[in-house]
């Protein structure tokens, strides 16, 4: 077992602006097109080249806003553009699958906003349209693109945790109003938007669970408003997570071994602090970053940009095994609670 160490490791990640520039466009114009479009700019080499939606006219203030060239009335005009290398889907949960689908069989590199479905049997269909037809396809989920996940995964790899027994993880946020997470005709809920963050965290560490209990609890806009699970790996190994709309949570996560202990603090999906600690105490270590929010979407587009330019049909980072894993997770979940989504 390798002994407790004198300091953590420094990130991998490279230099974004380091990413060979490909040509983008982005299917949507909501909240998280704008951040992410925002964020690459500043802080890549990538060019957008168009934007689409379905109402020409909300195209066409983003392209302005933006600075992005070409508006599109339509996600066909731009997934067959010639000066379009790769498309980002970021239409609301239910209109992942058909948009990913539209762009792959135009023969587009694909980037789907998190969930890239809204289960395991699209998210199957999917991988397999890319793989059939050669091309990259990736779930945007940044968390795992971020330097401070790259520090998890080498902490994780290096065996200083020992044993992983228990990972916890939650994420609950107030909600009212009309925000589209309320709306059951869009997936809404807590499990596709908040969820996929701890249960993407626990399926990563401890693989795909073997058993999975689940409680819910309904939210009076017809969606459901929280849900708890524990999932159980083959070697007994636990993992508690929670998500909610009822209530701002801290938002923490925490990875448990037999010699060490990794916390993540709120929002732990986001850039920011991890702590390291040796079991029965010590000297805990810590790796710090600017909590920059949304601002470090662009990793994820760097990493989707190099590894197009390698030939790699997936990111190392968000694998697409670990897309379809999470999803079955939650599949799972949601039947546990009778919680059921558009057909």
């Known amino acids: 077992m390798p002994s407790f160490p004198t300091a953590l490791p420094a990130p991998r990640t490279p230099d974004p602006m380091d990413a060979p520039a490909l040509r983008w466009g982005v299917l949507g114009t909501g909240w998280i097109a704008e951040r992410f479009v925002d964020s690459v700019r500043r802080h890549t080499r990538q060019r957008f080249t168009g934007v689409a939606s379905r109402d020409a006219g909300r195209a066409q203030t983003f392209a302005d806003r933006h600075g992005v060239p070409r508006a599109h009335g339509s996600y ?3 997934v067959t553009a010639s000066d379009v290398d790769v498309v980002y889907v970021a239409t609301e949960h239910t209109a992942h699958l058909a948009c990913a689908r539209l762009a792959l069989e135009a023969g587009k590199h694909t980037l789907v906003e998190k969930p890239l479905a809204l289960d395991a049997a699209q ?18 989920l940044w968390t795992f693109f971020l330097p401070k996940f790259d520090v998890v995964r080498q ?9 992983i027994h228990t990972v916890l993880a939650e994420y609950g946020e107030h909600f009212t109003g009309g925000h589209r997470i309320l709306r059951p005709d869009l997936a809404g809920g807590p499990l596709l938007d908040l969820g996929t963050y701890p249960v993407s965290l626990a399926t990563w560490v401890l693989g795909a669970p ?7 609890q309904p939210h009076p806009a017809g969606v459901n408003g929280q849900i708890s699970a524990i999932l159980r790996d083959a070697s007994a190994h636990q993992a508690v997570v929670h998500t909610t709309l009822f209530s701002d949570t801290p938002t923490t996560a925490t990875i448990a071994g037999t010699h060490a202990t990794l916390s993540l603090p709120g929002p732990f999906y986001q ?5 390291l600690t040796p079991s029965g105490g010590g000297t805990t270590l810590t790796y ?10 662009h990793f994820e587009a760097a990493d989707v940009a190099r590894c197009i330019a390698a030939g790699r049909l997936q990111s190392p980072c968000r694998p697409l095994d670990d897309s379809v894993t999470t999803l079955r997770t939650m599949d799972t979940m949601r039947e546990l609670c009778g919680i059921s989504f558009p057909a």
């Open 123 to 140: 998210a199957t269909e999917l991988a397999l349209l890319a793989a059939e037809r050669g091309l990259f396809c990736a779930e945007a």
């Open 155 to 163: 902490i994780i790899d290096s065996g200083v945790l020992g044993d």
């Open 288 to 297: 710090a970053e600017p909590r920059t929010a949304h601002e470090a979407l």
């Open 271 to 275: 850039p920011g602090d991890l702590h």
């Open 76 to 78: 066909e005009e731009l």
């Open 210 to 216: 073997v058993e999975v209990q689940a409680f819910g």
